[in-house]
């Protein structure tokens, strides 16, 4: 007689219970960046929208930065380190291609031996960090994950690249998620077009960079292309989101994008339809663009901004490198 494997299963719901942040040390203005691409501060404000951007110190990594943030997120929201069981990890700037940023940020936050592991989906990392955490969660191979988008893209810019340079910033977003009576994540929309892996993305690898072939591998984008895929694709990609969450736009508390460029997200919030209640997150204006921190940060600050936000529903989008993308609402906590 052949043994029947034993399964699990958990709860049926889950929720973000609290958000943690950490930013870069350093205000940097648009006015020390535009020299090297022979730029102006009206230039970006106006193509962009940003006026500052937050970068870390040289001895601060995407580590340190994660572990700040995760260890606000699971402070606040009340719950025992050592019942984090899972962490989750999205950041492409990890100064070591192994060991994982997570594990030693579980260790960092109390987690040890939480389950950790890093995932590489650029600006939808986060989005995609909370869809596996909530299907985990509910799954039974989790009670409580720890997701946080962390990022030092200053170690991979190059500035005088016109093309990104003066966009990025650095900065952690943590979010803890765990267990709801009620849903708190709706299913997400995410996919991804390899198609379109040149639009945005490093130029060169570490090989080459050892042999001499290329010089240190820096960010760059083809910024038309990615604009107008980001418009028109990524606002279809939102009201699915919204569809699969059996919501129209006016349910939209809080809409809370990756924090690419303020005229996209002006744009997305004309498409959509949103209604002037509807709070729109632009951290990009003083953060930058922090790819897989820049939703949790925004996030954080919304929060913090606008407490009675708390209990609603928001529509959250990230796309960037791969192409790849991921869309969902959440409850905000």
């Given at each position: 007689m052949t043994a029947t494997l034993a399964q699990v299963s958990g709860p049926a719901y889950t929720r973000i219970l609290s958000y943690g942040a950490a930013r870069g040390e350093n205000a940097v203005p648009n006015d020390d960046l535009i020299g090297p691409i022979d730029s102006s501060d009206e230039w970006i404000r106006q193509r962009t929208g940003i006026i500052t951007r937050v970068r870390a110190d040289k001895g601060t990594d995407a580590i340190d930065l994660a572990a700040l943030?995760?260890?606000?997120?699971?402070?606040?929201?009340?719950?025992?380190?050592?019942?984090?069981?899972?962490?989750i990890v999205a950041t492409i700037s990890n100064p070591k291609q192994s060991p994982s940023v997570s594990a030693i940020v579980a260790d960092r936050v109390g987690a040890n031996p939480a389950a950790a592991y890093d995932i590489n989906a650029a600006c939808a990392g986060y989005a995609y960090a909370v869809t596996q955490a909530d299907a985990l969660i509910r799954a039974g191979a989790a009670r409580y994950a720890l997701v946080i988008g962390t990022e030092k893209l200053s170690d991979i810019v190059d500035p005088t690249d016109r093309s990104i340079s003066f966009l990025l910033g650095d900065?952690?977003?943590?979010?803890?998620?765990g267990p709801s009576d009620t849903p708190g994540?709706?299913?997400?929309v995410w996919g991804s077009d390899g198609s379109k892996a040149d639009a945005v993305g490093m130029n060169g690898t570490l090989t080459e960079f050892r042999d001499?072939?290329?010089?240190?591998?820096?960010?760059?984008?083809?910024?038309?292309?990615?604009?107008?895929?980001?418009?028109?694709?990524?606002?279809?990609?939102?009201r699915e989101a919204l569809d699969r969450a059996g919501l129209q736009p006016e349910d939209i508390a809080a809409f809370i994008p990756h924090q690419a460029n303020m005229r996209i997200?002006?744009?997305?919030?004309?498409?959509?339809?949103?209604?002037?209640?509807?709070?729109?997150a632009r951290d990009i204006e003083t953060t930058g663009n922090t790819s897989a921190a820049s939703i949790p940060l925004a996030s954080h600050r919304l929060m913090a901004e606008h407490p009675e936000l708390s209990g609603g529903l928001a529509l959250q989008i990230g796309f960037g490198a791969g192409l790849v993308f991921a869309a969902q609402v959440v409850v905000l906590p």
């Open positions: 943030a995760g260890a606000e997120a699971i402070e606040k929201a009340g719950v025992p380190a050592d019942q984090v069981d899972l962490v900065g952690a977003g943590a979010a803890l998620i994540i709706a299913p997400a001499g072939d290329v010089p240190w591998p820096t960010l760059r984008q083809e910024g038309q292309t990615v604009f107008r895929w980001a418009v028109w694709e990524m606002a279809k990609v939102a997200i002006d744009e997305f919030a004309k498409q959509l339809k949103l209604p002037e209640t509807t709070v729109i």
